[in-house]
């Protein structure tokens, strides 16, 4: 793994999804075979395969504190190309450091992880103005995790995180997405942990390879997708979760 300090220009993005898009780092050590975020490999100059380097954002809290009081306020996604809570987060605590100077000036908030690690900084969550947790969440079947997430937290780890914040009286939320084999059972291990359930399919063809090698060819086409996630949101709204298919 290489792991590289680095002072970037700016913090605070435009976002397709929500207003804002705040990303710490640089690259994921989570290093999933399906992410849609080795684009960015085109713009950082790397050779190493994703999943293989890291850039930290070590000026990131310095540039948050002066552009939330130049930008408007806005709802902040944390985040759209990285993992805020990947294992380099113990270690520098560029997440937890953004998340002071945005919860300190009442920005609302939408986090996105596959870590446990956000249980650290369950208190300062808890005192954000308007915030959400949200676990990406793929298949209930661990031997699939292993292959499509392998530097990921175990799915019941994050289960048991959402249940957790889901419990401290956070709005919690899990994402599907892409939509693996052997999720029909997280239904019943998402019930009374979230508040919605929004479910996406696979859209680009990294990870084309990795279904051929290991006999799921059909789990990558579009009857897949269509009836495996009609099926989900209906399950889901029968248990009276809210479920919304992108797709």
């Keep these: 793994m290489k792991i590289s300090e680095i002072k970037a220009k700016s913090i605070l993005s435009k976002s397709q999804v929500y207003?804002?898009?705040?990303?710490?780092?640089?690259?994921c050590q989570h290093g999933c075979v399906y992410c849609y975020a080795k684009f960015m490999k085109r713009f950082t100059g790397h050779r190493?395969?994703?999943?293989?380097?890291?850039?930290?954002?070590?000026?990131?809290?310095?540039?948050?504190?002066?552009?939330?009081?130049?930008?408007?306020?806005?709802?902040?996604?944390i985040s759209g190309v990285?993992?805020?809570?990947?294992?380099?987060?113990?270690?520098?605590?560029i997440t937890k450091r953004c998340l002071d100077i945005l919860v300190e000036h009442g920005w609302p908030l939408t986090v996105q992880t596959k870590s446990v690690l956000v249980l650290k900084d369950i208190e300062?969550?808890?005192?954000?103005?308007?915030c959400e947790v949200g676990?990406?969440?793929?298949?209930?079947?661990?031997?699939?995790?292993?292959?499509?997430?392998?530097?990921?937290s175990p799915l019941g780890e994050r289960i048991d995180a959402l249940a957790?914040?889901?419990?401290?009286?956070?709005?919690?939320?899990?994402?599907?997405?892409?939509?693996?084999?052997g999720s029909e059972e997280l239904v019943s291990m998402l019930k009374g942990k979230v508040n919605y359930v929004i479910i996406d399919r696979l859209n680009y063809h990294y990870a084309d390879w990795v279904f051929k090698r290991y006999g799921l060819p059909l789990a990558s086409e579009d009857n897949f997708f269509s009836q495996k996630g009609g099926e989900l949101k209906k399950s889901f709204e029968k248990e009276g979760i809210p479920c919304q298919v992108i797709f």
């Design 124 to 130: 300062t969550l808890k005192r954000a103005h308007d």
């Design 82 to 93: 990285c993992d805020p809570y990947q294992p380099l987060e113990k270690r520098y605590m």
């Design 135 to 152: 676990f990406t969440v793929t298949t209930a079947d661990e031997k699939i995790r292993k292959i499509f997430e392998p530097g990921t």
């Design 19 to 27: 207003e804002y898009a705040l990303n710490p780092y640089v690259g």
């Design 164 to 181: 957790v914040l889901h419990s401290r009286g956070m709005r919690t939320y899990a994402m599907i997405a892409p939509l693996l084999p």
């Design 48 to 77: 190493e395969k994703w999943g293989e380097f890291v850039d930290v954002k070590i000026n990131a809290p310095e540039l948050l504190a002066h552009e939330v009081k130049r930008k408007r306020i806005g709802r902040v996604w």
